[in-house]
């Protein structure tokens, strides 16, 4: 019996299988197809594929050598000026097995290298271009200078959209013989935000319990509300129930071990869907920004969400 993680056994080994991004995976796939390459940034949010497709490159351009062709350094654990300096350049003073050119060096979350450690990686990937490529990930391009912004070719990834994603929980259930109800796997979305991690990492946790997939399986294991539940409490507090629209809120949030942040999120994006007047769904979404703030500055969370929630009952009653 298999005892792989499934972020690891699902994950794409060559272009074709990668999901979504096809214009970024084209104009990838024919550097590699030249052979030549410049450096390549790619931004965008976690489990959408940035780190897949560097691999990806590495497999397709050396085929069965590329382990030795490929040095994998994540920036978030070794982010100082000594790794690019040390690591970085033994690597590339080397010339690459094989018929290729060169080697790829990947450096992951970069956005976490201090300002320093870029600086050092802007001079090293001027001196060893000839051997050796560069591919970098960030979740936020603008956390990397513009110098090595100029030295790439920039690709931006972003979500995964809704037929990607169910089309991923297709191949794993039936890699994996689980029955999904329609219903979970648009929870399954709802949930994961396109990020393909979280929806194998939610479907595994679930899988561990029952092999019949519901849409209260998908809530309980993703720490999410059920939308509707969100909107049942935005629309009692409307509605001038402000006391129960409270006490729905704790229930909701004891159920599911949310965070004030977690629910302050989900109601941002419910507000919008909910029958509360347009003119005060302007009003509240400020108010939903404000009691983020606030909570994320270290504020009592339920205080400010039974703040917001009597915020939302006074326009009610307006």
Request: glycine residues 6%.
């Amino acid at each position: 019996m298999e005892h792989k993680i499934w972020t690891e056994k699902y994950r794409p080994k060559s272009f074709a299988e990668i999901r979504g991004h096809r214009e970024i995976i084209d104009k990838i796939a024919s550097f590699v197809k030249q052979k030549n390459m410049p450096h390549l940034l790619f931004a965008g949010p976690a489990g959408v594929g940035k780190s897949t497709t560097a691999l990806a490159i590495a497999r397709e351009l050396f085929g069965d050598e590329w382990r030795q062709n490929f040095l994998e350094l994540n920036a978030s654990d070794e982010r100082g000026i000594d790794v690019v300096r040390i690591k970085v350049k033994d690597f590339a003073r080397t010339r690459a097995i094989g018929n290729v050119p060169f080697k790829i060096i990947f450096l992951d979350e970069c956005d976490a290298l201090t300002k320093e450690a870029q600086q050092a990686l802007r001079r090293t990937m001027e001196n060893y271009t000839e051997v050796t490529r560069f591919v970098l990930s960030a979740n936020y391009a603008s956390k990397i200078i513009d110098p090595i912004q100029s030295r790439c070719a920039v690709f931006r990834f972003k979500p995964l959209g809704k037929e990607e994603v169910i089309e991923l929980v297709e191949t794993i259930a039936a890699g994996e013989h689980l029955s999904i109800d329609p219903a979970a796997k648009e929870a399954l979305f709802a949930a994961s935000d396109g990020d393909c991690r979280k929806v194998e990492n939610i479907l595994q946790s679930c899988a561990a319990i029952t092999n019949h997939i519901t849409e209260e399986t998908i809530y309980a294991f993703a720490s999410v509300a059920k939308p509707k539940e969100i909107r049942e409490i935005l629309e009692t507090a409307y509605h001038k129930d402000f006391v129960r629209a409270k006490e729905q809120l704790l229930k909701v949030m004891l159920n599911y071990g949310l965070s004030g942040t977690d629910v302050i999120k989900q109601i941002q994006s419910e507000l919008i869907h909910s029958t509360i007047a347009d003119t005060d769904k302007l009003f509240l979404i400020g108010e939903c920004g404000e009691a983020e703030f606030r909570i994320t500055e270290g504020s009592d969370e339920y205080l400010q969400l039974e703040a917001f929630l009597a915020k939302v009952a006074l326009r009610g009653k307006k």
